[in-house]
């Protein structure tokens, strides 16, 4: 008892609290980048992360709270995520990822035609010079298919390849035994160009057409004579719709048509691509969207992108008093539109690209890969915003395909015969292999060279800044359609010229003021802004166009010159002759009025034109079509031009030295041909069945 009073009176024994145990440093932690549908509630968890409150920034404006939390998008786009984990006594830790929200991709995959095709695990691409599709798997040729005459597309689903041939024909491949399943074929000159699902574009004709087996439809035209045989875009949604683009645009705008079989009938309609009103400078300039070959559907399909480039129209010093520019003539273009409305989404501005050769979303449409022709660039595009978010330089030349599976991308670089793989999902630069997919070369080396010389606009020698090279004006060996003002340049207003029929010996250009196609080096130099391929201690011995030659000085120049006029073998067929490629009775009738009229004396020979020299002057003619803007001539007076070539006629329009006549009833009528209407018809039949010789 005694014991139990003391401790009453004394009280209980000093006793210090235990302090809580330290919380350990806040760590916030996140998945990688993630792809999630709109409007779909989407999963977000802190995972390993360590702290007491976990807040949640989706990047849309909305937060929330919790370990495990859900959030769906209103919107497709790419979100910021951000993540902060804290303890209560203020330490706190952040990270960040990306969500890019899409729209559920259709059930059946959109088709687009290109010069590359992907379909579960293996890769189709074309060769034109071999006369073949090529198969890739795991970064190897595992077989070659020996197609029809010169592919130039492809495009794959439900097992089955498609391959357009430009020489007439289409066919169908079974992809599970690599064997051929059906051919079919057009008529003489239809040329076809592009295919995906069941249609077909053909740029002879300009026609659309569906197929149902062997039987063809022609679903609608979209005439564009001057077509090239590089592939014009085409893209399937389904078997029962399709968009189209016109290679070639009129001065109006880019031309994407739509059409749809719906129940109640055929829906079609027509899209115009507005020219981009600029202003110049050095990162941008204006331009009318043409040369439109690389097209693709969104996953989706409520998107779709139309690219190739874009030709400055409106400058000049006759046109604006300002005179061309390497940066300011042509560049890369590419336009997405809404394909419920037509509307124009959204438009990018290139700076240092050339043409778009190809483009592809990939399989859930949360990137854009944007392969440029002869830049050797491939862009990697945020698809709602088209803000760069990576890419792949020095990639090859002539870069005509571009496919992925979401994880790796591989382009297509047709000059340089290879397929090229790279990693994606990284901010760095990660080449995984380089398949070469010829057996034999089928092009002598200095073609081949002289090809690269052609199309590379990422040379320095060849242009400033990636632009333009031979290939910008001169697509498939054709013309742009195009009247540039060239009035800095001593011209005037100049039409491109097609390369079908280049003089062996000069002279060239409309006003004869080269005499070879390395004369080319003085424009390389003074309107593309390259380096050249002279030193410049030899060009300065040879500067003038008009004086001692160039050929023999450079092999890159001596590839060029013998890559033009390898052309001359490969005019177009026409379409304008019969099916079996005979002349028609009124282009036999239009030869008689031809050589009546004395049409022959200028136009003579086997190549149709006398261009040449008497001595060492050019041999030119006035014929009346000189205007006030048609210029000057190597530093003088143009008092005439050299005769054009007839050869492959019916692709070069317009017509005239400065373009000005639509059809070649108003190129004879400037002529000052004066003809009853029978026989104009006649000799305007005879003109646009001309394909070689007379």
Not at 336 to 342: A, E, I, N, Q, S
Not at 593 to 599: D, H, N, R, S
């Amino acid at each position: 008892m005694v014991t139990l009073l003391l401790l009453a009176c004394t009280g209980a024994p000093d006793v210090t609290p235990t302090e809580e145990a330290p919380k350990p440093t806040p760590v916030a932690e996140l998945a990688g980048d993630a792809v999630v549908f709109v409007v779909e509630d989407a999963p977000f968890d802190v995972g390993g992360s360590v702290g007491g409150l976990y807040t949640w920034d989706f990047g849309d404006g909305e937060t929330a709270i919790g370990e495990a939390v859900t959030h769906a998008y209103a919107a497709p786009g790419r979100y910021t995520i951000r993540l902060t984990a804290a303890w209560s006594d203020g330490r706190t830790d952040t990270a960040t990822a990306t969500r890019v929200a899409v729209y559920e991709p259709l059930a059946t995959p959109p088709t687009a035609s290109s010069a590359l095709a992907y379909l579960d695990g293996a890769l189709y691409a074309v060769l034109p010079d071999s006369d073949e599709v090529v198969v890739v798997a795991d970064n190897a040729v595992v077989d070659r298919l020996a197609v029809c005459g010169h592919p130039v597309a492809v495009s794959a689903g439900a097992g089955r390849l498609a391959v357009a041939c430009r020489d007439d024909a289409v066919q169908f491949w079974d992809l599970a035994t690599n064997t051929l399943l059906s051919e079919v074929g057009f008529r003489w000159g239809a040329r076809p160009v592009a295919v995906a699902g069941n249609y077909v574009a053909l740029a002879g004709t300009g026609e659309l057409v569906h197929m149902s087996g062997t039987d063809i439809y022609v679903t609608a035209t979209l005439p564009d004579p001057g077509a090239v045989a590089t592939g014009e875009g085409l893209a399937a949604e389904g078997a029962t719709a399709f968009y189209a683009t016109r290679f070639r645009s009129p001065a109006e705008g880019g031309v994407v048509h739509y059409e749809e079989d719906t129940d109640g009938g055929l829906l079609d309609r027509e899209y115009l691509l507005a020219p981009d009103p600029g202003p110049d400078s050095d990162t941008d300039a204006r331009g009318l969207p043409t040369l439109l070959g690389a097209i693709a559907l969104s996953p989706d399909g409520r998107t779709l992108v139309v690219a190739g480039a874009k030709a400055n129209m409106d400058r000049g010093l006759q046109r604006d008093g300002l005179a061309l520019t390497h940066e300011t003539s042509t560049r890369a273009s590419l336009r997405v539109l809404d394909t419920h409305t037509g509307g124009q989404l959204l438009r990018d501005h290139f700076d240092n690209r050339d043409r778009v050769g190809a483009v592809a979303f990939t399989p859930l449409g949360d990137q854009l890969l944007v392969a440029h022709h002869g830049a050797g660039i491939v862009d990697i595009l945020d698809p709602f915003t088209l803000t760069r978010i990576g890419g792949f330089q020095s990639v090859g030349v002539g870069l005509d395909g571009i496919a992925t599976d979401g994880e790796t991308a591989w382009v297509l670089s047709s000059l340089t015969r290879e397929l090229v793989a790279y990693q994606l999902g990284t901010t760095d630069e990660i080449e995984l292999a380089r398949v070469s997919l010829v057996g034999t070369e089928p092009l002598d080396a200095e073609l081949l060279l002289g090809a690269q010389v052609f199309h590379a606009a990422s040379d320095p020698r060849m242009a400033t800044d990636a632009y333009v090279s031979c290939a910008s004006c001169h697509p498939d060996g054709g013309g742009d359609a195009r009247t540039w003002d060239f009035t800095d340049r001593g011209e005037g207003f100049r039409d491109t010229q097609a390369l079908f029929a280049m003089p062996a010996n000069g002279p060239l250009h409309w006003s004869a003021n080269f005499d070879e196609v390395q004369d080319f080096e003085n424009a390389i130099r003074a309107h593309q802004a390259g380096a050249g391929f002279l030193a410049d201690d030899v060009f300065a011995t040879v500067e003038d166009p008009l004086g001692d030659p160039k050929a023999g000085l450079s092999a890159e120049l001596d590839a060029l010159a013998a890559y033009v006029h390898s052309f001359s073998a490969n005019v177009p067929r026409s379409p304008w002759r019969n099916t079996d490629g005979s002349q028609t009775d009124a282009g036999l009738r239009g030869r008689a009025v031809f050589v009546a009229e004395g049409c022959d004396t200028c136009h003579a020979g086997a190549e149709l034109t006398d261009a040449g020299w008497d001595g060492d002057t050019p041999i030119l003619h006035d014929v009346g079509t000189l205007l006030p803007t048609s210029g000057d001539r190597a530093g003088g007076p143009l008092t005439g031009l050299r005769t054009p070539s007839l050869r492959g006629l019916h692709a070069t329009a317009p017509y005239l030295h400065d373009g000005r006549a639509p059809t070649l009833a108003e190129a004879l009528t400037a002529h000052g041909v004066t003809l009853g209407e029978a026989d104009t018809a006649d000799l305007v039949a005879y003109l646009l069945e001309l394909e070689g010789s007379p």
